[in-house]
C-alpha cells in the first residue's frame, strides 16, 4: 500500500499505483506463475521420457551382455569370485583396495576370461555405453561383488565389493513392466565425479539363498542432461513472449473496458470536488460522462449523477451539523484536559524515593471516560494506590470518576490504613447521593514501604497481577472481590495482605485491559 495519498503523489507515483499497472501486474504474477508451472511440468515430462529411454537401453545391452556371458560359460568366474570371496575374513575384506587383495583373485583371470572380458568390450563400445559388466550381490552383507567388466580397472576388478543402500537393493528385484504410457525397467540414476550423470540397469542371471548374480551395463546421461538445458531455456524463451503477448492484449482489452471508464468517472469526481472547494454549485460533472459500457460500471456512472444531484440538497445542513459537532467537539477536548490533570502525570512520581517504581497511564475509549487511577503518600512510610472503572463512558463517567477520587483520596488521608474500612466510608457517602444510580468497581491498597507489606481490598475490580523477581513470572492474585461501591449502602469489604520482595511488581488495570478485543471481535481475556 502507498504511503501517500493520491492527491499527494506526482504522475510517475499515480502511474506506478494506477488501475492499469495493478492490473498489468496482477496478470503478470498470474502468467509468471502459471508458466512456472507449465515449464516445471514440460521439463518433468522431457525428463521423465529421458530417463524412461535410457533405462529401456540399459537393460537391453545389459540383457546383451547376460546372453553374451552365457555363450562364453562365464559361470564358472562367477563361482571361483564368490569362493575365493566367501574364504576371506573381515581383515583381509577391509583390504580391498591394496595390492594384495588383488593377488587373491589373480586365478581367475586366464585368458578365457579375457576373452570374455574383451567381448564386453566390444558391446560396450558398440553401444555407446561406459561400462558393461557382470556383479554378484551379497544379500546377507548388503555389498556389490565385481566378477568382471569390460574395462578391466582397478575399481571392479574381480572380488573388488562396495556397499549397496537399501533404495538400491530394493530395485534389484523389480520386473520390467509396460503400459500405453511408459514403461519401467529396473535402473538406477547418479551422477559422480568420474562419469557425471549416468544410467544404470540390470538384468537377472540367477539367483540363490544368499547371492543375485546381475548383468550390468552404465549408460552415459551427460548429452541428454545438455539437450535437456537447451530445450529448458529454448521453452523458456517462447513460452515467455507468448506469454508477453498475450498479456499486454488482455492489458489492453481490460484498459479499453473496464479503466478508461472509471479514469472518467475518477476524473468527475476530481472536478466535482475541485468546483465544490471554488463554490461552484454544479450538477453535471457525472451526468456529462458518455460511458456505454452496458455493464455494472455503466450503471455506477448513472447513479454517481443522480447522487451528485441529490447531495447538492444537503450540503447546507451537513454544514450545520458539522459546525456544531465543532463546538461539542471543542467543549470534550476542554472536559478531557480537565480530567488528565486529576490524574498524576508527571513520572517519575517520587524521584526523592530510590525505594519503589511506580508509572500509571489511561487511554479513554471516548474524549473522557470513567477510569482512573491515582497514588500518593500517605505519610513516608505509606504509599497509597488506586485503580478504579466507573459504570458507562463520557461526561456522566467521568463526573462520577471525580467525585470518587476526591473521596477515596479524602479518607486515605486522614489516616486510615485499613483499605476496607476506607472503601466502606466511600460506599455509604455515594450511596447518600447517587440518583443516577451509577457505581465503580475500586482496588486500594496500601503499601508499608519499609516492609514492603501491601494491605488491599478490592470492591468488584479486577484481579491484580504479582510480578515475582526470584521465579521471573507473573502471577494472577485472585483475592476475594466485595460488592461494587455505589451498589447499595452498608456494604462491607476485607482487607488481605501479600509480602512484595526486592525487586518484585504489581500491576493492576481496568477491564479495557481484559475485553480488548482481536479484529473477529474476540475478547482476548485476562489470561491472554
Known amino acids: 500500500m502507498p504511503k501517500k495519498s493520491i492527491r499527494e503523489m506526482n504522475y510517475l507515483e499515480r502511474l506506478h499505483y494506477s488501475l492499469s499497472s495493478k492490473i498489468f501486474h496482477a496478470i503478470l ?40 556371458f552365457k555363450q562364453q560359460n562365464g559361470s564358472a568366474y562367477i563361482d571361483k569370485v564368490l569362493r575365493i570371496y566367501e574364504r576371506l575374513n573381515a581383515v583381509e575384506l577391509k583390504n580391498k583396495d591394496k595390492p594384495a587383495y588383488n593377488d587373491l583373485f589373480s ?109 550390468m ?44 471508464p472509471i479514469t472518467k468517472i475518477n476524473q468527475a469526481a476530481r472536478d466535482y470536488m475541485q468546483d465544490k472547494g471554488n463554490g461552484l454549485l454544479q450538477d453535471s460533472h457525472f451526468r456529462s460522462l458518455d460511458i456505454h459500457t452496458g455493464d455494472e460500471i455503466e450503471s455506477l456512472a448513472l447513479i ?36 488528565d490533570g486529576m490524574l498524576p502525570s508527571i513520572f517519575p512520581a517520587f524521584p526523592e524515593r530510590k525505594e519503589f517504581d511506580i508509572y500509571a497511564t489511561m487511554t479513554p475509549a471516548k474524549e473522557v471516560g470513567g477510569d482512573f487511577y491515582d497514588f500518593f503518600l500517605i505519610d513516608d512510610d505509606h504509599l497509597a494506590m488506586v485503580i478504579a472503572d466507573v459504570s ?5 463517567a467521568a463526573l462520577f470518576m471525580m467525585a470518587s477520587k476526591i473521596l477515596i483520596n479524602n479518607f486515605s488521608m486522614i489516616g486510615l490504613m485499613d483499605p476496607a474500612q476506607i ?8 450511596c447518600d447521593n447517587n440518583p443516577a444510580e451509577m457505581f465503580v468497581t475500586v482496588w486500594l491498597g496500601i503499601l508499608e514501604i519499609s516492609t514492603g507489606t501491601l494491605r488491599a481490598a478490592n470492591a468488584g475490580h479486577e484481579y491484580p497481577c504479582v510480578y515475582h523477581n526470584n521465579e521471573k513470572s507473573f502471577e494472577l492474585f485472585k483475592d476475594r472481590h466485595g460488592l461494587v461501591i455505589g451498589g447499595m449502602k452498608g456494604s462491607k469489604y476485607r482487607s488481605y495482605e501479600m509480602q512484595l520482595k526486592p525487586g518484585d511488581g504489581l500491576f493492576v488495570y481496568t477491564d479495557g485491559v481484559a475485553e480488548a478485543t482481536n479484529i473477529e471481535n474476540q475478547l482476548f481475556g485476562t489470561d491472554r
Open 304 to 339: 454517481m449523477g443522480d447522487m451528485e444531484k441529490d447531495i447538492g440538497d444537503y450540503v447546507e445542513n451537513l454544514t450545520n451539523v458539522t459546525r456544531e459537532k465543532e463546538r461539542m467537539g471543542a467543549e470534550l477536548n476542554i472536559a478531557s484536559q480537565i480530567q
Open 423 to 430: 472503601l466502606e466510608l466511600v460506599n455509604d457517602r455515594i
Open 392 to 396: 458507562g463512558k463520557g461526561i456522566p
Open 29 to 68: 504474477i498470474f502468467s509468471i506463475i502459471l508458466s512456472l508451472f507449465a515449464i516445471g511440468f514440460g521439463f518433468y515430462l522431457y525428463s521423465s521420457s529421458i530417463n524412461d529411454q535410457s533405462s529401456v537401453n540399459a537393460n537391453n545391452l545389459a540383457k546383451t551382455v547376460t546372453l553374451a
Open 217 to 260: 551395463a552404465d549408460m552415459d546421461m551427460n548429452k541428454f542432461a545438455e539437450r535437456g538445458r537447451t530445450f529448458f531455456w529454448q521453452y523458456l524463451a517462447l513460452l515467455a513472449l507468448i506469454t508477453l503477448i498475450i498479456d499486454i492484449f488482455i492489458v489492453l482489452h481490460m484498459k479499453r473496458t473496464i479503466v478508461t
Open 107 to 215: 586365478s581367475v583371470v586366464d585368458d578365457n576370461y579375457k576373452e570374455l572380458r574383451s567381448l564386453l568390450h566390444s558391446i560396450e563400445k558398440q553401444n555407446n555405453a561406459l561400462l558393461t559388466y557382470v556383479a554378484a550381490f551379497d544379500k546377507e552383507n548388503n555389498r556389490l561383488v565385481y566378477i568382471i567388466d569390460s574395462s578391466g580397472n582397478s575399481f571392479s576388478r574381480p572380488g573388488y565389493w562396495e556397499e549397496v543402500n537399501e533404495r538400491v537393493y530394493s530395485k534389484y528385484k523389480d520386473e520390467p513392466t509396460e503400459n500405453l504410457i511408459r514403461s519401467y525397467m529396473p535402473h538406477a540414476i547418479e551422477r559422480d565425479t568420474e562419469h557425471g550423470y549416468r544410467c544404470t540397469s540390470w538384468d537377472i542371471l540367477r539367483e540363490d539363498d544368499r547371492y543375485i548374480i546381475l548383468s
